[in-house]
């Protein structure tokens, strides 16, 4: 579904990702993890259009995105979910997941959209009259993944949904986004929450100062020691010790 190739891309004359070769395949969580900074912001940024590349290749459903401005890659199926959440707080969670719907042009599809959003997040329908600033920060998560799936896309790319959440708050959005591909959607995210996003992913990638540093299954990478010591915070040396 998603084909990268020998991507470098950055801002004005700063370099921040290097050669970076991914792939996402239908029906798939691929989960890049990395570091603050490591440009993991920039390579979702790159792929919606928003930082325009260097050099290198995005294929998204065979298609060259490059051509395209970010609102046709949108339309193309390729939805962003970005950091922060960024809902429009002076609006209710109604009419934020109305915006998502802007792609489709039907309005019977939208009320049928709505419907399967709440049976997702049954709270945003509780809360649909609720102006989107007042909702909690994980509500607000929900209300952002709702708001993109509303355009039906065929590629979800998710930036850091666990920033600022308490534990249990995550562990309900990580179902839930393992649940969206246990009903055939397809996952690209961005993580600084490695133990978590590895636990739902099928496969992953490490993203260290821009280059990917490692590839694997997400089983693969949990048990890689390299990844044990710097990113799920285990001390293997001092474990050696015991
Ligand atoms: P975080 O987890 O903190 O969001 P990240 O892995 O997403 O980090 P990026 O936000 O992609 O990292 O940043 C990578 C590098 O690019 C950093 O050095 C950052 O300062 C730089 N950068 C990001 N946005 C811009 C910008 N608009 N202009 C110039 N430099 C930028």
């Known amino acids: 579904m998603l084909k990268i190739k020998n991507l470098e891309s950055g801002y004005g004359k700063l370099k921040v990702l290097r050669k970076i070769s991914i792939h ?67 609006m209710t969670v109604k009419e934020n997941l109305i915006l998502g719907a802007y792609v489709q042009q039907r309005r019977k599809q939208r009320v049928i959209d709505l419907e399967s959003i709440y049976s997702i997040f049954p709270v945003l329908k509780e809360r649909e009259k609720q102006l989107a600033g007042t909702l909690s920060g994980g509500e607000q998560q929900m209300l952002a993944i709702g708001r993109a799936l509303m355009a039906k896309p065929k590629l979800i790319m998710m930036d850091e949904p666990s920033m600022g959440l308490a534990p249990l708050i995550v562990k309900e959005i990580f179902n839930i986004v393992k649940r969206l591909r246990d009903e055939g959607n397809t996952v690209l995210l961005v993580e600084q929450n490695a133990k978590a996003a590895l636990g739902i992913a099928n496969r992953g990638y490490v993203l260290e100062t821009g280059r990917i540093v490692l590839e694997g299954s997400s089983e693969d990478l949990l048990s890689n020691r390299d990844v044990q010591r710097a990113y799920l915070g285990r001390d293997l040396d001092s474990e050696m010790k015991i």
């Not at 930082?51 to 609102?71: A, C, H, N, T, Y």
């Open 24 to 90: 996402v395949n239908p029906g798939e969580i691929v989960t890049i993890i990395g570091a603050n900074g490591a440009g993991k912001t920039t390579l979702l940024n790159s792929i919606a259009g928003l930082v325009r590349l260097k050099s290198g290749e995005i294929l998204f459903d065979k298609q060259d995105v490059l051509k395209f401005p970010p609102e046709k890659i949108v339309f193309m199926g390729c939805s962003l979910v970005p950091e922060g959440r960024q809902v429009f707080s002076t």
